[in-house]
DNA sequence: CTAGCACGGTTCAATCAATGAACTAAAGTG
DNA sequence: CACTTTAGTTCATTGATTGAACCGTGCTAG
C-alpha cells in the first residue's frame, strides 16, 4: 500500500487510478481475471507471483470492489475471485496497454486476437468490433492464440489459452 | 529496475508494456510530459517525487525512448525532456485509466476536460471528438480545468493548468 | 483410523527499491 | 565575491518484494 501517500497531493484521476492498480503485478492479476482465473492456485501458477504478494494484491482488489470473492463451494471451502462490472470497465485501458506494447515492444505480432462472438469480427487494435462499429464487452469476446505467441509455460491456465476461449468464463 | 525479472515469464504484451511504464511514479510522469512539462524542476515541483526517483525515471524513459533528452538553451547549458512519438501514443491508454479512475473512483465531476482544437469540441470519454469521429492526436487537443477540479497546489504547473492550455506546448 | 494430499493461505529472514535530506557542480547574477 | 538557479548524486532510513518454509482445513485412499 505505497502509492496512496504520495500520490495523494495529484488532483488526477490518473493518479486514482493507480493507487489502486498501479502496484506491481496488481494489472496482471486483473488482466488473468478476465481471461477467466478465478482460484489463488491458478493466479499463483500462471503469473510465478510470490504468495504473499498474491495474497495482498487479491485483498486489495476486494477491497475496492475491483474483484469479489466468493464461495464456490463449501465441502471443502473454496473461494473464488470474479472480476466485478467495475473490474469489467477496466477492459479498454488495458486493452489500449497491451496494443501499445504490441505495436513498441514486440516484433513478432500480435499474442492474443479477439473476436466479437456476437457476430464473429475480429476486433480491430482499439479493441472496436468492425462489423458492428461498437466496442463490445469482455463477455461477448473470445481470445484465441495469436501469431506472435511463443509461450513455453506449461501451466494449466497457459494451456487451456492455447485454445479460443471465451473471455471470463472459468479457466481452466 | 525490477519487473523485467518476473515478468519475464510472461509471453504478454501487457506485461512488457508494464516492465516499462509500470513502476511507481512513470506514468505520472508522462502524464507531465503530455501536458507539457519538459524540466526536471518542473516535474519535481509538481509531483512531490523524490529526486532520485525521478532522475531514474526520466533516465530509463529517455533509454526506452518514450522521452527525448535534448539540450534548449547552451548558457547555462540546460536539457529538456519531450515525449517521442512513441511516448505521445501512450495517450490512448493513459486516457482510458484516467477515465475509469473519474467514473469510479472520484464523485466530484471531471477534473480536466479535453477540447478538440481544430474543431472547438469536447471530447467525449472515450477521447473521441463527437464532431469529427476521429480520435484526435495530443498535439490537436487543449485541457482546461472541469469541475471536479480542487487543486491546492501553487507549483507553477499546478497554477499554469488552472488555465486552458494546448496540450505539448511548454510549461509553466 | 490414519497417512497423505490439495488448497489457500501466513510467517519470516534476506534483498531490493523508495524516501527525504544533505551535498555537489556548473553557470549566471548583483 | 557572495548568492542563486538548475540539475543532478549520495547516503542512511524506511518500506516493499521475494522465496522458502510452515500451517490448517477437509477430502481421499488404504
Known amino acids: 500500500m505505497a502509492l496512496g501517500k504520495n500520490y495523494e497531493g495529484q488532483d488526477c484521476s490518473l493518479a486514482k487510478a493507480l493507487e ?10 486483473i488482466r488473468d481475471a478476465m481471461y477467466g482465473v478465478r482460484r489463488y492456485g491458478d493466479f ?3 503469473l510465478d507471483i510470490p504468495r504473499a504478494v498474491l495474497s495482498q494484491r487479491l485483498g486489495a482488489l476486494v477491497e475496492a470492489g475491483i474483484l469479489d470473492k466468493r464461495r464456490y463451494q463449501d465441502h471443502p471451502p473454496r ?3 470474479v472480476l466485478t462490472d467495475v473490474g469489467r ?3 479498454p485501458p488495458m486493452q489500449a496497454l497491451a496494443h501499445w506494447g504490441e505495436r513498441h515492444l514486440s516484433s513478432t505480432g500480435p ?3 479477439f473476436f466479437h462472438l456476437t457476430c464473429g469480427t475480429r476486433l480491430d487494435p482499439t479493441a472496436h468490433c468492425p462489423a458492428c462499429g461498437t466496442r463490445p464487452p469482455l463477455e461477448d469476446l ?3 492464440p495469436g501469431p506472435g505467441l511463443e509461450s ?10 492455447r485454445e479460443p476461449h471465451r473471455m ?3 479457466l481452466p
Chains 1, 2 share one sequence.
Open 20 to 29: 489502486l492498480i498501479g502496484e506491481r503485478w496488481t494489472m496482471l492479476v
Open 44 to 46: 499463483l501458477a500462471h
Open 79 to 81: 473461494e473464488e475471485y
Open 89 to 91: 470497465e477496466l477492459w
Open 111 to 113: 499474442r492474443r486476437l
Open 142 to 144: 473470445e481470445v484465441r
Open 152 to 161: 513455453s509455460r506449461d501451466d494449466a491456465v497457459s494451456v487451456a489459452l
Open 168 to 170: 471470463l468464463t472459468p
